[in-house]
C-alpha cells in the first residue's frame, strides 16, 4: 500500500505565483486534511475534507484553496504566493476523525522567494 | 482553540522517565498522541476515548481525563529512539483535527 502520496517533495515559488499540492490516498478513506508546520513549530490545520464534495476551513485558511472531486485526491492550490506561505505542509487521511489514527504523507516544503 | 502542551522541551538521559502534558480549553471527545522525528512526517502513537482510559504501547502509556480536559503521555525508560517531538490531537467531534503547540524530547546516552 502507498498510503498518503505528496507531490512534489519540493518546491521553490516566486513570489505571486500559483501551484497546486497534490495529495492521494488509497486507503479508500473519508476523511482528509491539509496542515502547515513553519519551522520549530507545531501543525496549523488549513483545510479539511468529510467526503468528497465537502470541504471546510480549519485554523489558517486564507490564502489557500482545496476542492475534493473524489475520494481518493485533496489537492491544496496557493494563489498568489507570498513568504508567508514558506512552510512544510503535511496532508493526512483518516477513516474517522476522531476515532481513528490520522496517516500522514511525507510533507512537501515549500519555499516563496 | 489550539491545546497546549507543557512542558515545551525535556531533556533525558537513557533509562529516565518522562511526562507530556496536554490541555485543552474545550470539551474533548478524544485525543490522539503523534510522535514526529527531525525531517519526518508526523507518526500516530495511540488515541484515548472518552471515558478516562489508558493505553500503552511498549514503554509509552497515556491516561485522559474528559473532565479536566486533559491527557497526558508516560515515557518510561526512555531509550535514544523516543527523540522526537511529540504532538496531542484534539477533536471535539467537529471533525476537525487540531494539534497541539508540540513538546521536543531529547534523549542523550
Known amino acids: 500500500n502507498a498510503g498518503v502520496t505528496q507531490t512534489p517533495k519540493f518546491r521553490i515559488l516566486k513570489i505571486g505565483q500559483s501551484m497546486t499540492l497534490q495529495c492521494a490516498q488509497d486507503?479508500?478513506?473519508?476523511?482528509m486534511y491539509w496542515y502547515r508546520q513553519d519551522p520549530g513549530m507545531g501543525l496549523k490545520l488549513i483545510y479539511y475534507?468529510?467526503?468528497?464534495?465537502?470541504?471546510d476551513k480549519g485554523e489558517v485558511p486564507n490564502g489557500y484553496n482545496v476542492s475534493r472531486s473524489t475520494t481518493e485526491d485533496f489537492p491544496l492550490r496557493l494563489e498568489l504566493a507570498a513568504p508567508s506561505q514558506t512552510s512544510v505542509y503535511f496532508c493526512?487521511?483518516?477513516?474517522?476523525?476522531?476515532?481513528?489514527?490520522?496517516?500522514f504523507g511525507q510533507g512537501t516544503r515549500l519555499t516563496v522567494v | 482553540q489550539q491545546p497546549v502542551q507543557s512542558p515545551q522541551a525535556v531533556i533525558l538521559r537513557e533509562g529516565e522517565d518522562a511526562v507530556i502534558n496536554c490541555s485543552s480549553s474545550?470539551?474533548?471527545?478524544?485525543v490522539h498522541w503523534y510522535r514526529q522525528k527531525h525531517g519526518e512526517a508526523p507518526v500516530f502513537l495511540m488515541i484515548?476515548?472518552?471515558?478516562?482510559e489508558q493505553k500503552g504501547h511498549d514503554k509509552i502509556s497515556a491516561s485522559f481525563n474528559e473532565k479536566k480536559q486533559q491527557s497526558s503521555l508516560y515515557l518510561t525508560a526512555s531509550q535514544l529512539s523516543y527523540s522526537g517531538t511529540y504532538f496531542c490531537?484534539?477533536?471535539?467531534?467537529?471533525?476537525?483535527?487540531?494539534f497541539g503547540t508540540g513538546t521536543r524530547l531529547q534523549v542523550f546516552p
Open positions: 493526512a487521511s483518516s477513516t474517522r476523525a476522531w476515532i481513528t489514527e490520522a496517516f
Open positions: 486507503m479508500n478513506h473519508n476523511y
Open positions: 475534507s468529510v467526503g468528497a464534495g465537502i470541504t
Open positions: 474545550k470539551a474533548l471527545y478524544s
Open positions: 484515548l476515548l472518552k471515558g478516562g
Open positions: 490531537g484534539t477533536e471535539k467531534g467537529t471533525d476537525k483535527l487540531i
